[in-house]
């Protein structure tokens, strides 16, 4: 079946740091990809998504690019803020739009 | 402006005593989600309905149920509930179950704690 593996947490940058959260899926046919971010006691928002091999997702100075070749999705952004702590979710979605979602990864970013 | 909206954030229920959490949307989606969400867990899909088709996750408690009167609502009950199903519940929706690329849209979540 479908599954999404991803770097375990928490990770801990200080601001202005270089961000990679490593995510990467085993699916059947053609999955589209996405990444979900949960702030303390809220629920999840898309934070970005992509759907067919080498798109690339961006939204508030995150990417991702959709790697078919390495079945991979990582996270990235330049220079974290301290508003960026928060816990990061990659899933993906195949047949019926059913959502495989990875364990989640805790980003801390500290002053 | 649109949104899924779910009521309350907070709900506090006795051991044994049914309960019942509420999501509404305004998204005009199609298909509605109940998740399971455990303190440092994934969400783990509960049920869903595709218009008023209702689809039960295999491994879903004969415990928990759901109601999805129109388009804009649906409830999750639990008819009684034990300590293990304190948790974080969320709502979502997406637009029509018709391919992997639709993106679901979640509500904020309610707390349920079990006392």
């Known amino acids: 079946g479908d599954s999404v593996t991803q770097m375990e947490g928490p990770v801990t940058l200080s601001e202005e740091a270089f961000l990679t959260i490593n995510c990467t899926y085993t699916?059947?046919?053609?999955?589209?990809l996405f990444w979900y971010v949960q702030y303390p006691g809220e629920g999840l928002q898309l934070l970005l998504k992509?759907?067919?091999?080498?798109d690339k997702g961006s939204n508030k100075g995150f990417e991702a690019t959709y790697r078919k070749e390495t079945t991979s999705f990582h996270l990235e952004k330049g220079s974290v803020q301290v508003s960026d702590s928060a816990v990061y979710f990659c899933?993906?979605?195949?047949?019926?739009?059913?959502?495989?979602f990875g364990t989640g990864t805790r980003l801390q970013v500290t002053l | 402006d649109a949104m899924v909206i779910q009521n309350p954030r907070y709900q506090v229920t006795q051991f044994g005593k049914p309960v019942t959490l509420s999501c509404s949307q305004t998204?005009?989606?199609?298909?509605m989600y109940w998740y399971q969400q455990k303190s440092s867990q994934a969400p783990k899909l509960l049920f869903h309905?595709?218009?008023?088709?209702?689809?039960n996750e295999a491994d879903t408690p004969d415990n928990f149920q759901s109601r999805r009167p129109n388009t804009s609502f649906c409830f999750l009950d639990i008819r009684s509930p034990g300590l293990g199903d304190a948790a974080m519940y969320l709502c979502?929706?997406?637009?029509?179950?018709?391919?992997?690329?639709?993106?679901?849209?979640f509500g904020p979540g309610t707390r349920l704690t079990v006392l």
């Open positions: 998204l005009n989606h199609n298909v």
């Open positions: 699916a059947t046919g053609y999955p589209s």
């Open positions: 309905y595709y218009d008023k088709d209702f689809n």
């Open positions: 979502a929706t997406s637009r029509v179950a018709s391919g992997s690329t639709d993106t679901q849209y």
């Open positions: 992509a759907t067919k091999a080498d």
């Open positions: 899933a993906l979605s195949g047949t019926a739009s059913k959502l495989t």
